[in-house]
């Protein structure tokens, strides 16, 4: 099992920047995929970013690109998403998700952190 809690939301002006954390439990973190994703009002839930177990390959929506930056730190079981550049559409919850190496779609999910980029 893994729980996910995500922070680092708020409310920031289009331009700025915001840096989200998600802390996992569980010992066994370090091998599990992760993910950011996002869902605005009125819309479908949309992948941000993903990265690899091993914290190598990394994936981003192309509206993201060159804006966003996924990471990880096994050691403190922590997931980042560097955002700068912040736009309006960017307003969304945020959420993180775990895959475990097992699992072909993410099966573990937080609760969430609200993002809002005012213009």
């Known amino acids: 099992q893994v729980q996910l809690v995500e922070s680092g939301g708020g409310l920031v002006q289009a331009g700025g920047s915001l840096r989200l954390s998600c802390a996992a439990s569980?010992?066994?973190?370090?091998?599990?995929?992760m993910g950011w994703f996002r869902q605005a009002p009125g819309k479908e839930r949309e992948f941000v970013a993903a990265?690899?177990?091993?914290?190598?390959?990394?994936d981003y929506v192309d509206s993201v690109k060159g804006r966003f930056t996924i990471s990880r730190d096994n050691a403190k079981n922590t997931l980042y998403l560097q955002m700068n550049d912040l736009k309006p559409e960017d307003t969304a919850v945020y959420s993180c998700?775990?895959?475990?190496?097992?699992?072909?779609?993410?099966?573990?999910w937080g609760q969430g952190t609200q993002v809002t980029v005012s213009s």
């Open positions: 998700a775990a895959r475990s190496p097992s699992s072909p779609r993410y099966n573990y």
């Open positions: 569980g010992r066994t973190f370090s091998s599990y995929a």
């Open positions: 990265l690899a177990w091993r914290g190598g390959s990394t």
